[in-house]
């Protein structure tokens, strides 16, 4: 059975190039897929964070993600998909990862799941800024504006006036820097 199993999936991977190609929807539909199941890992880690540290989780996370992708990715392109020009680079947006994960299911233990991932949204101004900085990238007008608009949005959450403050919206918001330096460190490596 598994033998099947892995057969069918090596076909799966080998065709994959050519279904994309031909037909992008299937492309959009694998990235709205892979989009929606975050918000239910997300939903899990919440409910577990009541019975086990967040550094366990944390950890499982990344221990079955290894599981899955690593086999994956040697059977699709062999050792060489363990072979890098940028080491640094690429342990670096390991770690934001992780620091990103790590602050984001610690602040979702303390404050509502909707609070948080409305704070997540932060990274798109700080992407904006950082690609004009860093990459040296020509932002429009019209993405600053937007990245303004989602300024707002996040202070409205956080409440300038700190009445209904609480000290895990910092970690929803560090959760945003280092997902920003993920992405960044995704398009530098790109």
């Not at 919440?46 to 967040?54: C, E, G, Q, T």
């Not at 640094?88 to 303390?110: D, E, H, S």
Request: contains cysteine.
């Amino acid at each position: 059975m598994i033998r099947r199993l892995l057969h069918y999936t090596q076909k799966f991977w080998s065709l994959m190039p050519q279904l994309l190609s031909r037909n992008p929807t299937i492309g959009i539909a694998l990235i709205v897929t892979a989009m929606l199941v975050v918000p239910f890992m997300d939903a899990i880690a919440k409910l577990l964070s009541v019975r086990y540290p967040i550094l366990q989780l944390v950890w499982a996370r990344f221990f079955f993600q290894f599981l899955v992708v690593t086999p994956l990715a040697f059977w699709r392109h062999g050792p060489t998909a363990f072979v890098t020009k940028q080491p640094f680079l690429q342990v670096g947006r390991g770690l934001f990862l992780l620091g990103a994960t790590v602050c984001f299911w610690a602040a979702i233990k303390y404050i509502p799941l909707a609070d948080a991932i409305a704070l997540l949204f932060f990274d798109a101004v700080i992407i904006v800024a950082l690609s004009a900085l860093v990459l040296r990238e020509q932002v429009p007008a019209s993405r600053w504006f937007a990245a303004g608009l989602g300024l707002i949005g996040v202070l409205m959450i956080v409440r300038p006036g700190f009445e209904a403050f609480h000290w895990a919206i910092l970690l929803a918001l560090a959760a945003s820097v280092f997902f920003s330096m993920f992405i960044l460190s995704n398009r530098l490596l790109a």
